[in-house]
Nanobody, 125 residues
């Protein structure tokens, strides 16, 4: 059974930092791309970042330069380091697993087959 468990969310002030973790089990971790998505209040779910094939990463324009995705294959865990947080980053953050290996597909949630329950990130102004 595939399990994806996010952690690390919380309340932080504008300009602060958080590191989210996504612990993955039940699948061959190295074979999957792992992505982060978020859904803010009253907004649609949006792509944040993805990491695949060991070294490839992709970011949305809204987080590029502020967020860093990384993966520890020994621990089957993916991290999202979030710096310079803004109130508009407030959302529930989800990690998800995909067998897709192309950046154009990894921005679409429909190409991910397994999802976590999400972790709340709130950035106060």
């Amino acid at each position: 059974q595939v399990q994806m468990a996010e952690s690390g969310g919380g309340l932080v002030q504008t300009g602060g930092s958080l590191r989210l973790s996504c612990a993955v089990s039940g699948l061959t971790f190295n074979s999957y791309a792992i992505g982060w998505f978020r859904q803010g209040p009253g907004k649609e779910r949006e792509f944040v970042a993805a990491a695949w094939s060991g070294i490839n990463t992709l970011y949305s324009d809204s987080v590029k330069g502020r967020f860093t995705i990384s993966r520890d294959n020994a621990k089957n865990t993916v991290y999202l380091q979030m710096n310079s947080l803004k109130p508009e980053d407030t959302a529930v953050y989800y990690c998800a697993a995909s067998l897709s290996g192309h950046w154009t597909q990894l921005q679409r949630g429909s190409n991910y087959r397994n999802w976590g329950q999400g972790t709340q990130v709130t950035v106060s102004s």
